[in-house]
């Protein structure tokens, strides 16, 4: 689709919309959880964690079939560099989540009764840990999380009435268990940046970008190339030259030649273009 069309297309600004509601609401619902209690004890990683892995799904069955509920910009950017979600879209997608992620923890900031404990909100790499310690947690949290996505949108594609949304919240609790203690399983960079700017504090604040961003893009190529059954040579080619990829896996999952998919695809294309002449 043109970049004019797809600005005029209505879908476009409702999966911009979504991704800034979801992103808010994911955002709130993981820093609400970090409040500490009336004795000012904090409350781990257990809050955080069913509380990210409950709105994923919620969220998944909100926004789901409007943009896909994508509301992190590690997901988002995986996607792109698997090509499935252009260019455009990644990048508006990107922005709006990351705006949803910085109104999110202005709203809670000042909600707090004592703004000290915003300081919970913060991602910071502990002290008896290094950045590079930090940063392979996050890569590897993020890693399960990324698969996940990518194993239900497979399954979903042969499966209409697969329930993924549940696996994706799972996937996210599960992660969160794993690096919470040591890295703070930001696993979401519009997390992250919502508390930065708000409270001002930077330090290590690259870990939550590139950690996330390279577990989830190592998951999605892993997935699209390695695991999945439409994984071909053919396939990856296609994605490195910018051929089209669903012929590819067509032709993969149905065992026909390349050429046959192909002529078909074509010949569907000629059809769908006489029906709107």
Same mark, same amino acid.
């Given at each position: 689709?043109?970049?004019?069309? #797809?600005?005029?297309?209505?879908?476009?600004?409702?999966g +911009?919309?979504? $991704?800034?509601?979801?992103?808010?609401?994911?955002?709130?619902?993981?820093?609400?959880?970090? *409040?500490?209690?009336? &004795?000012?004890?904090?409350?781990?990683?257990?809050?955080?964690?069913?509380?990210?892995?409950?709105?994923?799904?919620v969220?998944?069955?909100?926004?789901? $079939?409007?943009?896909?509920?994508? /509301?992190?910009?590690?997901?988002? *950017?995986?996607?792109?560099?698997?090509?499935k979600? &252009?260019v455009?879209?990644? %990048?508006?997608?990107?922005?709006? @989540?990351?705006?949803?992620?910085?109104?999110?923890?202005?709203?809670?900031?000042?909600?707090?009764?004592?703004?000290?404990?915003? @300081?919970n909100? +913060?991602?910071?790499?502990?002290?008896?840990?290094?950045?590079?310690?930090?940063?392979?947690m #996050?890569?590897?949290?993020?890693?399960l999380?990324?698969?996940? %996505?990518?194993? /239900?949108? &497979?399954?979903?594609?042969?499966?209409?009435? #697969?329930?993924?949304?549940?696996? +994706?919240?799972?996937?996210?609790?599960?992660?969160?268990?794993?690096?919470?203690?040591?890295?703070?399983?930001?696993?979401?960079?519009?997390?992250?940046?919502?508390?930065? +700017?708000?409270?001002?504090?930077?330090?290590?604040?690259? %870990?939550?970008?590139?950690?996330?961003?390279?577990?989830?893009?190592?998951?999605?190529?892993?997935?699209?190339?390695?695991?999945?059954?439409?994984?071909?040579? @053919?396939?990856?080619?296609? =994605?490195m030259? =910018?051929? &089209?990829?669903?012929? %590819? #896996?067509t032709?993969?999952?149905?065992?026909?030649?390349?050429?046959? *998919?192909?002529?078909?695809?074509?010949?569907?294309?000629?059809?769908?273009?006489?029906?709107?002449?």
């Amino acid at each position: 689709m043109a970049i004019k069309e #797809e600005l005029r297309s209505r879908q476009f600004w409702q999966g +911009i919309l979504a $991704e800034v509601l979801g992103s808010l609401v994911f955002v709130s619902a993981v820093l609400g959880s970090l *409040v500490p209690g009336p &004795d000012g004890v904090s409350p781990g990683p257990i809050y955080p964690a069913l509380a990210a892995g409950m709105a994923t799904v919620v969220l998944g069955y909100c926004f789901g $079939e409007i943009s896909g509920a994508q /509301v992190n910009p590690a997901v988002t *950017v995986a996607l792109l560099a698997t090509r499935k979600v &252009d260019v455009l879209r990644a %990048v508006v997608y990107l922005v709006a @989540q990351c705006l949803g992620g910085i109104l999110a923890t202005g709203l809670m900031y000042l909600s707090l009764p004592l703004k000290s404990t915003a @300081q919970n909100y +913060i991602n910071k790499v502990p002290v008896e840990m290094n950045a590079g310690q930090a940063l392979g947690m #996050e890569m590897l949290a993020t890693f399960l999380l990324g698969f996940t %996505v990518f194993s /239900v949108e &497979d399954q979903r594609r042969r499966e209409i009435n #697969e329930p993924g949304n549940l696996a +994706i919240g799972l996937a996210v609790t599960t992660a969160i268990f794993i690096a919470g203690r040591f890295s703070g399983a930001s696993l979401n960079p519009a997390r992250s940046l919502g508390p930065a +700017i708000i409270l001002g504090y930077w330090e290590h604040h690259w %870990v939550y970008w590139i950690g996330p961003i390279l577990g989830a893009v190592l998951a999605g190529v892993s997935h699209e190339f390695i695991f999945a059954p439409s994984a071909s040579r @053919q396939k990856l080619v296609a =994605c490195m030259t =910018c051929k &089209d990829i669903e012929i %590819v #896996e067509t032709a993969s999952v149905s065992r026909s030649s390349l050429s046959t *998919v192909t002529q078909s695809a074509m010949r569907h294309k000629q059809n769908n273009k006489l029906e709107h002449s």
